[in-house]
């Protein structure tokens, strides 16, 4: 029997920890994620970074995440091809920028004057986008890219520097941002649409490039826009649901293990959740900040109201119109199934309680909702 000396036995197992401690951080991969929208903004403080520190505790290390906020890696119209190319593993999707790229989605996301509740909308696109519309998911997989979740923003408003806007009258010769369906509501209301990114817009109020912009009550907060406007009309005038928060790659995808992918997918119901539940929250406590800021709630007068609401009955066909002149197959169906999906998640919000939530338990069950009706259905590569 051959004796081992004890430095060498010791000098062979220091050898095979460092093997293996190498062996680790070889596995370990760093996925880069990009996004057009700032750092602070909430969708990355309370939606992605967390997502991405669940994930990295969930696999002990093997996934870890580098963002690039604010378009410092790829602007919104670019976000989808540095995904597609590789220049990114992940991203924040806005199909709206690329409605050509993205037809069948951006049909969907079109029909923003149909919003009246952003919890609903939530619901309802991800039902649709992931587990219903097969031709929405085939959008992203042509350009190698699995979406994974999305969320809506809660109701827009005309948001204006002085004097504002308050009837229809107002409205005529206005320049207000407005893209898809809402820069079709502003023209068909008198005004000019003023077609640019949400990081723009302040800007653009800046330098007299607009009047205006359709948004929800939190980008008076994230993007500073309070600095300029001083008019928000109460009324709402629909919601932006196509913005696609989490995005990934499908050939970084199919490199995750099943561990790590499980980690992906558990954590996405309460991702979404809490960018809705914070958009939510948002909603009263920026406007009673900015209230303080000098900005006022402009009572919306009925003319506006009721050129709104015809807006909104005749919109849908203009919509199917756009969709198929981009070449998307059987239009109609997927916005009669979308309508449906809507319906279904008006339904369910209600069920956990009418109007404003104030609980956890109310949050939780929307949670639940979601992982329920969708993100337990979807079938992944």
Not at 107 to 115: I, K, M, R, T
Not at 269 to 290: V, W
Not at 299 to 320: G, N, Q
Not at 341 to 360: A, H, L, N, R, Y
Request: with cysteine; glycine share 8%; hydrophobic share 40%.
């Amino acid at each position: 029997m051959r004796f081992i000396r004890p430095q060498r036995l010791l000098a062979a197992t220091f050898a095979v920890g460092v093997g293996l401690a190498v062996s680790s951080v070889a596995q370990a991969r760093e996925l880069i994620y990009a996004s057009a929208i700032p750092a602070r903004h909430p969708t990355h403080v309370i939606g992605t970074d967390p997502y991405f520190a669940a994930i990295t505790a969930a696999t002990n290390g093997s996934i870890t995440f580098k963002s690039y906020p604010g378009g410092t890696l790829a602007g919104p119209k670019s976000v989808l091809n540095a995904i597609k190319n590789g220049t990114a593993d992940m991203g924040l999707l806005a199909d709206i920028y690329t409605p050509n790229d993205l037809p069948v989605s951006t049909l969907v996301s079109d029909l923003a004057v149909l919003g009246r509740d952003a919890r609903v909308m939530t619901g309802a696109i991800n039902q649709t986008l992931l587990v219903e519309c097969a031709a929405c998911k085939k959008d992203y997989l042509g350009h190698k890219v699995l979406p994974l979740a999305s969320y809506s923003l809660t109701p827009y408003h005309f948001m204006c520097t002085p004097p504002g806007i308050s009837d229809l009258a107002d409205v005529k010769g206005k320049k207000i941002r407005g893209t898809g369906s809402m820069g079709q509501l502003v023209a068909a209301l008198g005004g000019t649409p003023v077609n640019i990114t949400s990081s723009e817009i302040y800007e653009a109020l800046q330098r007299g490039q607009a009047d205006c912009a359709l948004g929800p009550t939190p980008w008076l907060k994230s993007y500073s826009l309070w600095d300029m406007v001083r008019a928000v009309t109460t009324s709402s005038v629909g919601t932006y649901h196509g913005t696609n928060f989490l995005n990934i790659r499908t050939d970084t995808w199919k490199k995750l293990s099943a561990k790590e992918k499980k980690a992906f997918t558990d954590a996405l119901p309460h991702a979404t959740r809490m960018i809705a539940e914070a958009y939510e929250k948002d909603d009263a406590a920026i406007q009673t900040e900015a209230e303080s800021k000098g900005v006022k709630w402009v009572k919306t007068a009925p003319s506006l109201e009721e050129a709104i609401a015809k807006f909104r009955e005749s919109d849908i066909k203009r919509v199917i119109a756009t969709a198929e002149s981009r070449g998307v197959k059987d239009a109609e169906p997927i916005v009669k199934a979308f309508i449906a999906s809507v319906e279904e998640w008006t339904k369910i919000v209600d069920q956990i309680g009418p109007g404003v939530w104030t609980t956890d338990a109310q949050w939780d069950k929307y949670e639940q909702a979601l992982k329920t009706h969708v993100f337990d259905k979807v079938k992944y590569p």
